[in-house]
Each structure stands twice: as C-alpha cells, then as structure tokens.
C-alpha cells in the first residue's frame, strides 16, 4: 500500500520541528497563526512538533523515478527518501516553498486570488499566477496534487 497524504503533508508541513531539534532558531519561519497552531496542538499534542506558513515541496521525500511512474511503487520501495538539491535540474524554475498566509491562502481577503508566493530552488522567489499543473490527477499516489508541491519528475521536474 503506498503512503497516504499525511507522509507527504507532514514533511511538508513540519520540517521546521527537524530545524529545531538541531538547535536552530526557527523564530522567522514559524507559523504565527494561533487557529492553526490550536489545530496542530490538538492533532500533535507533542509542543516539539511545529508547523510553518511556508510549505514544502513533496519533492523532496520521494526520488524523482516516485512522480514519473503509473502505477504506485510500495512504501518499502526506496523512492521513498530524502533528496537533496545538487539533484536539482532547474534550480531557478522550481518552486521549494509556497507561502501558506498569502494569495490563495488568505482568507481574511474581501475578494479571492489566484496567486501564491514561491521560492525557487536558486534561492530566488516570485509570485506564481494562476498556479496549474495539467498532470496533477496522474499523480502522485499520496501526495497533495497542488502545483509546484507534487511536480512531475520531482526536483528533476519544473515548475516554471
């Protein structure tokens, strides 16, 4: 059975717990937000557990071979790991990040966007318009199928 959403999701969301726990003060990119951190508290009671607003891309937890193949590989199966940036093909047109607060995220806006904010793998970031992904229903087997987080061929892929 391969890995549901909440392998991804938690990755995604809580890798600054990974952060924190090798001593680095993640006062910057900490979730601010006391309805989300209410709602982390209640399904992580653990306080060493935390979250962010800028979210992961799945592409780093699954090897490129997990976002190009059509049918679900085993959690047993390898693709299933850490990957690191070096293997990153187009540094300045994927997306690493996504905002979490901002654009289509924002719910205290009076009228809906179509943007979200995203930083690139060459450190640089931009303001993606209309975010959209033709493939995103042939994949990923467990992944959130959302523009830039699940990117056909993961960090060999591009987002932009």
């Not at 924190?20 to 003060?25: L, Q, T």
């Not at 951190?37 to 209640?42: F, V």
């Not at 679900?72 to 300045?92: A, D, G, I």
């Given at each position: 059975?391969?890995?549901?959403?909440?392998?991804?999701?938690?990755?995604?969301?809580?890798?600054?717990?990974?952060?924190?726990?090798?001593?680095?003060?993640?006062?910057?990119?900490?979730?601010?937000?006391?309805?989300?951190?209410?709602?982390?508290?209640?399904?992580?009671?653990?306080?060493?557990?935390?979250?962010?607003?800028?979210?992961?891309?799945?592409?780093?937890?699954?090897?490129?071979?997990?976002?190009?193949?059509?049918?679900?590989p085993e959690p047993t199966n390898p693709v299933f790991?850490?990957?690191?940036?070096?293997?990153?093909?187009?540094?300045?047109?994927?997306?690493?990040?996504?905002?979490?607060?901002?654009?289509?995220?924002?719910?205290?806006?009076?009228?809906?966007?179509?943007?979200?904010?995203?930083?690139?793998?060459?450190?640089?970031?931009?303001?993606?318009?209309?975010?959209?992904?033709?493939d995103l229903e042939q994949r990923p087997y467990g992944?959130?199928?959302?523009?830039?987080?699940?990117?056909?061929?993961?960090?060999?892929?591009?987002?932009?």
């Amino acid at each position: 059975m391969p890995y549901n959403a909440s392998f991804f999701a938690a990755n995604s969301f809580h890798w600054p717990t990974l952060i924190a726990r090798s001593g680095h003060d993640i006062s910057q990119i900490a979730d601010p937000d006391q309805d989300r951190l209410t709602d982390l508290r209640q399904r992580y009671p653990d306080p060493t557990i935390l979250s962010t607003i800028y979210q992961l891309t799945h592409a780093t937890v699954a090897a490129p071979e997990y976002w190009n193949t059509s049918t679900p590989p085993e959690p047993t199966n390898p693709v299933f790991s850490p990957q690191h940036t070096f293997q990153l093909k187009y540094p300045s047109a994927k997306g690493m990040l996504l905002t979490m607060n901002q654009g289509l995220y924002d719910d205290s806006l009076s009228e809906p966007v179509n943007w979200i904010l995203v930083g690139l793998g060459d450190g640089s970031a931009r303001k993606a318009e209309n975010p959209t992904d033709p493939d995103l229903e042939q994949r990923p087997y467990g992944a959130l199928p959302f523009p830039i987080l699940s990117t056909q061929a993961g960090l060999h892929g591009r987002d932009f």
